[in-house]
C-alpha cells in the first residue's frame, strides 16, 4: 500500500528487499546488528526503514571497513554495511536495475542478472581461437576511484525519480569506518560490498569503457566483468595501439589500469608459433594459455583453453589445510562429507567447467587428507599408510555420493 509521503515507496518493496538480503546472508555492520538480531524485531525495524526511505530522512550510517586477502597475495578493503543498510540499497537497486539494464552491453557480463563469469569464460574461449592477440585490462581500486559527479549524471541521465538518485548519492558519501575506529570520509568511490555498488560501478564503466569502445573501436570484440576486460585484435600492433587508447581513456576518467594486470598476449596454439613472451593470462579464476588436447582423429596438439588458475588452486589449498580434517576423527565419514562436500561441489560447480581435469591435484590433496584421518581414527591403520590408501579407495567406491569428486571416479 501507498501512504502520503514526499516519496511514494510501496511498503511490499521493503519486504521483498528484505528477504533478498536475509537470503543472502552476510556479516553485520558497525552496529555489530546481526540478519537474527534483526529478525527480533523485524516488523517496527523494516517499518522504520519505509518511513524514513518515504520520507526522504534517510541517511546512511557509515561502512565498516573490513580487509579480506587476495587470491594473488594482499588484502582488499571491503566495505560492509549495516543490515537496515543493505535492506535499503536493495530497495533501490530493485527500482534502478530494471531501468539500466537494457542500456548495458551484451559483452557487460559481470553482477548482471541472468549473466555469469561462465558466460564472460566461455565467449572468451571461442574468440580466442578466432583473434591471434588479446589486450587484457584490470582497472586498479575501480570501487575505491569512481567519480561521483560522472556517476550521478548518468544516474539522472537515466531515472527522473527524485527518490531514486537520492540516496544512492547519499551511500557515495557515506563515510568508512575502519577496524580500529578511525573515520575515513569518501570523496570518490563506492564501498566495495554495498548491495547497490556493482550496480552503480557498471553504469560508470559502460559509459567510460563499453559505449566508448563501441564507437571508437567498433570491429573489436570486448568482453568486461566489473573491472577485469579483455579485447581480442589481429594483430599485435593492433593491440598495442588498442592498449594505449584504453590507458587514456581511463585516465580521462579517473581511473588507472593496473600496470602488472594489463598487458598483452599472444594466443599461442598449434597454428600460431610466434615467439612472443606472454602467452598466458588470467580471468575471473582460470588461466588461459597453450593446453594439450586431442582431436577428432586422436591426434595430440595445444590450443589455447581456459582452466583453473594457479592462484585459484593455491586459494583452496590454503583453505583445505585450514579445516584439518585430517585432526577430525571424533566425526564420521558422513560427517566429513556434510561439512566439506558442499564446499567441494562449489568449487567443481564453478572451476570444472572447463578443462576439468585441471582439478586432480586437488582432489588428490582432498583424498591424501582423508587417508590421515584414517589412520588417526581406526588404530589398525595407524602404522599402514598403503592400507590406509586403499580404504580410502575402498570407501570412494562403495560411497560414490559422499563427495563430488568420489562421483566422478577420480580416485
Known amino acids: 500500500m501507498k501512504s502520503a509521503k514526499p516519496f511514494e515507496i510501496y511498503k511490499k518493496l521493503v519486504w521483498q528487499a528484505y528477504k533478498h538480503v ?11 546488528e546481526s540478519i537474527d538480531d534483526f529478525d527480533k524485531n523485524l516488523k517496527m525495524n523494516l517499518y522504520q526503514i519505509w518511513n524514513r526511505l518515504s520520507s526522504g530522512s534517510y541517511f546512511p550510517p557509515a561502512v565498516k571497513g573490513v580487509l579480506i586477502p587476495k587470491k594473488d597475495g594482499g588484502t582488499r578493503l ?39 563469469a561462465h558466460n564472460a569464460i566461455a565467449i572468451t574461449r571461442q574468440r580466442c581461437w578466432k583473434y591471434d592477440w588479446v589486450v587484457e585490462f584490470d582497472i586498479k581500486g575501480l570501487f575505491d576511484n569512481l567519480d561521483h559527479n560522472r556517476l550521478m549524471k548518468a544516474v539522472r541521465h537515466h531515472c527522473d525519480c527524485p527518490w531514486i538518485f537520492l540516496y544512492p548519492e547519499r551511500w557515495l558519501k557515506a563515510p568508512l569506518q575502519h577496524e580500529d575506529g578511525t573515520i575515513m570520509v569518501r ?35 570486448f568482453c568486461r566483468y566489473a573491472d577485469d576486460g579483455l ?33 598483452i598476449i599472444y594466443c599461442k596454439d598449434t597454428h600460431r608459433r610466434l615467439d612472443y613472451s606472454e602467452i598466458s593470462f588470467d580471468f575471473l579464476g ?10 577428432k582423429k586422436g591426434r595430440i596438439h595445444p590450443n589455447f583453453l581456459p582452466a583453473i588458475s594457479k592462484a585459484s588452486k593455491k586459494a583452496i589449498n590454503r583453505e583445505m589445510r585450514s579445516w584439518h580434517l585430517q585432526l577430525k576423527n571424533d566425526k564420521s565419514l558422513v560427517d566429513l562429507a556434510k561439512m566439506f562436500n558442499p564446499k567441494l561441489t562449489g568449487w567443481y560447480n564453478y572451476y570444472g567447467r572447463f578443462y576439468p581435469s585441471a582439478l586432480g591435484r586437488l582432489w588428490y590433496n582432498f583424498n591424501k587428507y582423508l587417508e ?4 588417526r581414527k581406526y588404530k589398525r591403520f595407524a602404522r ?24 566422478l571416479r577420480t580416485i
Open 187 to 221: 570523496e570518490k568511490g563506492t564501498p566495495q560490498g554495498g548491495v547497490i555498488s556493482p550496480l552503480l560501478a557498471n553504469l560508470f564503466l559502460h559509459y567510460a569503457f563499453d559505449a566508448w569502445v563501441r564507437r571508437e573501436l567498433p570491429t573489436l570484440p
Open 231 to 263: 579485447l581480442h585484435c589481429r594483430t599485435q600492433s593492433q593491440a598495442q595501439t588498442v592498449l594505449e587508447k584504453i590507458r587514456i581513456r581511463f585516465k580521462e576518467c579517473g581511473l588507472d589500469l593496473h600496470p602488472e594486470k594489463s598487458k
Open 372 to 375: 590421515q584421518w584414517v589412520r
Open 22 to 32: 536475509k537470503a543472502k546472508g552476510g556479516s553485520s555492520g558497525i552496529d555489530a
Open 286 to 295: 582460470y588461466t588461459f594459455r597453450p593446453r594439450r588436447c586431442v582431436d
Open 78 to 116: 571491503l566495505g560492509v554495511p549495516t543490515i537496515s543498510d543493505r535492506i535499503a540499497q536493495m530497495v533501490v537497486k530493485m527500482i534502478l536495475e530494471p531501468i539500466l539494464e537494457p542500456i548495458f552491453d551484451e559483452n557487460s557480463l559481470g553482477y548482471r542478472p541472468g549473466k555469469s
Open 384 to 407: 599402514h599408510k598403503r592400507q590406509a590408501q586403499d580404504y580410502v579407495k575402498y570407501l570412494a567406491k562403495t560411497n560414490p555420493h559422499l563427495f563430488v569428486h568420489w562421483k
